[in-house]
């Protein structure tokens, strides 16, 4: 079964960027669904960006036209890049793989 070990998390100031990595311990590129999920402090964890195989991509409203989810199956990598970041992005930020494979989760903390 495929691990996924996520880095690229830190403390950022409000506007700036971060880039999220995701390593997948095999192959993805038979891997149909892939996605970024993020869960603040009391609240449940939420959908941020998926990407399938065919590369179609989605995002949760909040994030639309900041963040940028990609893959590299050659790497066998997903990546988020996140620009324009604000405080309420805050949150551990989860790499996911169907069928329900979920890395240990990086922390993104934006605060000036």
């Known amino acids: 079964q495929v691990q996924l070990v996520e880095s690229g998390g830190g403390l950022v100031q409000p506007g700036g960027s971060l880039r999220l990595s995701c390593v997948a311990s095999?192959?993805?590129?038979?891997?149909?669904?892939m996605g970024w999920f993020r869960q603040a402090p009391g609240t449940g964890r939420e959908l941020v960006a998926s990407?399938?195989?065919?590369?179609?991509?989605n995002y949760v409203d909040s994030v639309k036209g900041r963040f940028t989810i990609s893959r590299d199956t050659a790497k066998n990598m997903v990546y988020l890049q996140m620009n324009s970041l604000k405080p309420e992005d805050t949150a551990v930020y989860y790499c996911?793989?169907?069928?329900?494979?979920w890395g240990q989760g990086t922390q993104v903390t934006v605060s000036s």
């Open positions: 990407i399938t195989s065919r590369g179609i991509t």
């Open positions: 996911y793989s169907t069928p329900g494979i």
């Open positions: 095999g192959s993805i590129s038979s891997i149909n669904f």
